[in-house]
């Protein structure tokens, strides 16, 4: 029987009573951990993953992916979550199936490349505490960013899931550079380093059906091992790939549940068990159970990250990703990041930077930690270039990038933009050639060392190695030794119903109750303004709480006739963080500026100051160092002299602007 042949379906039902396909399609779900990473910020919660926890293990997937890509830094950092515990405690509720998890090769969970010392405890914490498959890639498909962890999880007895990540510099397959040739080369590459299957990665929804359909088949020709097909949906192309991809032969499929499914996650499982019925590659899955899950989930879980949904578009998809062949997440993040910097109109120059900023890079994939990389290089040039000079601002990731820090690019760097970005890099202006990590000097006793007294055991210890800002602010919480603010904590389905419901009334303007939150006691420094909105105002008292300026309370104001004239403001109150991001600490309001001020040419948090107070810096010597948009961008003095003032410390976060301190 070919794919194609139907059997007979008098009498058919959907339970998996149904006869066994010779050939079922193998299914990795990717619910809990890429589909809430793509539509809900990874901001899923283990405690909202348990109510299906055990329903999904009956289902028979190939594996469920639980962990790996941002959750571990997104658990640590938003949710107060050790990302350990929640391998643990969802092995108490799946016993059956084999847990996945996204693996960035020698970047593990991070952004860039560790030593090998924590990337073999990494490997080993993660194997000890459940993984079971290793689905392990690399940004630049540099394999030699594998030898460290690979011979790791063979050694713990797990699968080692080898990706190819998929990309492209034309508007479909073929090109110079990522053509089929690459695409087997790469296949091949993966079975010889031992891969037990590959994982073909397309990230950003780029792969036409008929190249899925291409490559495969070419790979199944190629390699032994099974192959898997993993494609956002971001374009729209990705059911008719999958489709396509099963044509072809591919072995496994990756999909989420159809809560979780679509926009930029993945094809839902439900449309496409029902495709195969009756087929030699039905799944065999039971569409009645997958139809009890998602009322959960649907019902109980999902109210509670609706309003993370960026529904501001009618369309589910993404056709930036069709004209500019550019991950749809990478675009929404160069929105989001001219948005803050009140740079929305240059978003075309950003679009016609981004090819040229990627091919001066060596044309590389576009994936977590690139797409970050190349992004914001292409924003910082709009920003800041002029007619005479091209990257003045070069973040700390492109100088690693050019160092050969990543890996080998696809084709070599711009010599030009390489020279200009090594020009005083502190491993040296002469870029390496070898495998990245032979150059990182080991990590882990540092790092053990730094966290003594806090971290616990090892687990502890990696979350500092892999997050030594907010990893230690973690433990801190952790082990009650600092207050867990209120944000990071969980809501109930009750508080989620009753947020969405004051969403949906300030929507139809209806808003007029007053919202119920406990005010805190009015201090000395007190200050009211008065507001108008038309012909009616609001008293509003403002009170600067560890120098942030906040709105403590807004009532209506009395009878106009009663009312003082509004005393001007003696500080200039900052302006007010958008919603749903932590708010900004503000500068100490009009500082006296005696000296040289080092602002912060863009919102982001501080990760350190190199220099004291006191100090002595010459002119562009680095200051601080701070992180945008997960980049690092070294701030250099603007002009010899002293350090008089450092008005921030490591992990605050800062407006645009903010004065981050001052030479004298
Ligand atoms: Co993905």
Redesign the pocket.
Known sequence: MSDHDQVKLTNMNYSKDRPKAQNPVKIMDLTLR?GHQ?LFATRGRTEDMIPVAEMMDEIGFWALETWGGATFDTMHRFLNEDPWERLRTLKRYIKKTPFSMLLRAQNLVGYRNYADDVARAFVERAAANGMDVFRTFDALNDYRNFETVVPVIKSCGKHFQGCICYTMTEPRLGGEVYNLDYYVNKGKALEAMGADSICL?D?AGLIAPYDAYAIIKALKKAVKIPINL?S?FTSGMSSMSHLKAIEAGADIIDTCMSPYAYRTSHPAIEPLVMTLIGTNRDTGFDIKALAAINEILEKEICPKYRQLLDDTKLSIIDINVLLHQTPGGMLSNLVNQLREMDALDKIDQVYAELPRVRKDLGQIPLVTPTSQIVGIQTVNNVLFDDENERYKMITGQVKDLCYGLYGKTAVPINAEVQKKALKGYARGEKPITCRPAEVIEPELKKAQEEVKGLAMDLDDELIYALYPVTGKRFLQWKYGKEEVPADVKPITLEQAKARQELIQKAIAGKLVEKIEKEAPAKGDGLRKFNVFVEDTYFEVGVEEIGGAPVVSYIQPARPVAAAAPAPAPAVAPAAPAPPAKPAAAAAPAAAPVDGTPINAPMPGMIVRFDKNVGDAVSKGETVVILEAMKMENALAAPVDGTIKSINFKSSDSVPKGAVLCVIG
């Open positions: 890429d793509s990665k990230m993993h956002h």
